[in-house]
């Protein structure tokens, strides 16, 4: 059977039983892990433990934990905590964030990002082996970290969200896997191939990094509905000038230039309007099962060989998702 995950977005609607209950419907169908936002709301670490606790089997995934957020030793004692609560099931997603959010809602800064997540990997890599850390790295410097006798019993898997060229070649030369935020079906073998360059460069094995990556799908007869709500998601993360530069790349400059215009005057439906019909089914999908499978089956041949979903809203919040978990399911 081949591996599908599912991205769950950190949803304030959603009461943690009906997280929970999502999270074993997942299970149930076959999917092989399930991968949690962090943004606003409620951090992602406690709703993975409220799923790992009516779970057995499904791997569960910080998708992402914005690391500036967070010290290396709270990190690898999180992840220790997670591993231990989960029978061994977590996964590590680390990420840069976004400027804004690190500044204004954290009130910490910003600072040499890619540095900064170097010696984030390679210290809580480092406390979770059981290992006594001091690390003089550009970013961070740590002196005696530890865990204790924390140590987890099996090992957590680290992977790193990425989009650009030098955040892919890293997450090659240093993860265990990637998590490409957003999976644009024109882009992915080159975002691959970066990451496949940066393991070789490391003097890695580029089949020891997984590739895994989002798709934003909506299971639905409503196409206008379906097709606006990708709209909106687009123009969402078209607000950030991280993900706008990554849309610029993958093809979209002139969706850009016209939403960047929107943004500046805070016209949030003249951004979406602005998501040309192009990008939309280059960035997510739309329709019945059958058209949602064939776009994840494309993907998979071009190398995404974990294809995570990350359902769309379309009507009710806890209808769409359940929707698309059992249409898509595996």
Not at 83 to 98: H, P, Q
Not at 120 to 149: C, F, P, S, Y
Not at 170 to 176: E, F
Request: proline share 4%; charged share 20%; hydrophobic share 45%.
């Amino acid at each position: 059977m081949p591996f599908l995950g599912l991205r769950l977005g950190n949803e304030t609607q959603m009461t943690t039983a009906e997280v929970q209950s999502l999270g074993s419907l997942a299970e149930e169908l076959g999917y092989g892990e399930l991968w949690m936002t962090e943004g606003s709301g409620r951090d992602s670490l406690t709703q993975l433990a409220a799923i790992g606790s009516v779970t057995s089997r499904i791997g569960l995934g910080t998708g992402i934990l914005p690391m500036f957020s967070r010290t290396p030793l709270v990190t690898a004692m999180s992840a220790a905590g997670l591993a231990s609560a989960s029978d061994g099931r977590f996964i590590l997603g680390l990420g840069v964030g976004n400027r804004l959010a690190t500044e204004h809602g954290h009130g910490v800064a910003y600072d040499q990002p890619i540095h900064h997540l170097t010696d984030m990997v390679h210290i809580v890599r480092a406390l979770l082996a059981g290992e006594d850390v001091t690390h003089e790295g550009k970013a961070i410097t740590v002196n005696a970290a530890t865990l204790g006798g924390a140590k987890p019993r099996t090992k957590v898997p680290i992977y790193i969200a990425a989009l650009g060229p030098r955040m892919l070649q890293l997450a090659g030369a240093i993860a265990d896997g990637v998590l490409l935020s957003w999976t644009a079906a024109s882009y992915v073998e080159q975002a691959i191939q970066l990451v496949q360059d940066g393991a070789i460069k490391a003097g890695r094995d580029p089949s020891d990094v997984a590739i895994s990556g989002y798709l934003r799908v909506a299971v639905t007869e409503d196409l206008v509905a379906g097709r606006a709500s990708l709209k909106r998601e687009i123009a969402r993360y078209a607000g950030s000038s991280h993900y706008q530069n990554f849309f610029r790349r993958t093809g979209f400059d002139d969706e850009m230039s016209v939403a960047s215009a929107a943004r500046d005057h805070s016209d949030n439906p003249a951004m979406a309007a602005a998501i040309s019909e192009k990008m939309q089914s280059e960035l997510g999908v739309v329709g019945s099962a059958k058209v949602c499978h064939a776009h994840i089956d494309q993907l998979r041949k071009l190398g995404l060989t974990k294809p995570v979903i990350a359902p769309l809203t379309v009507g009710d919040l806890m209808d769409s998702y359940e929707r698309t978990i059992r249409a898509i399911a595996p």
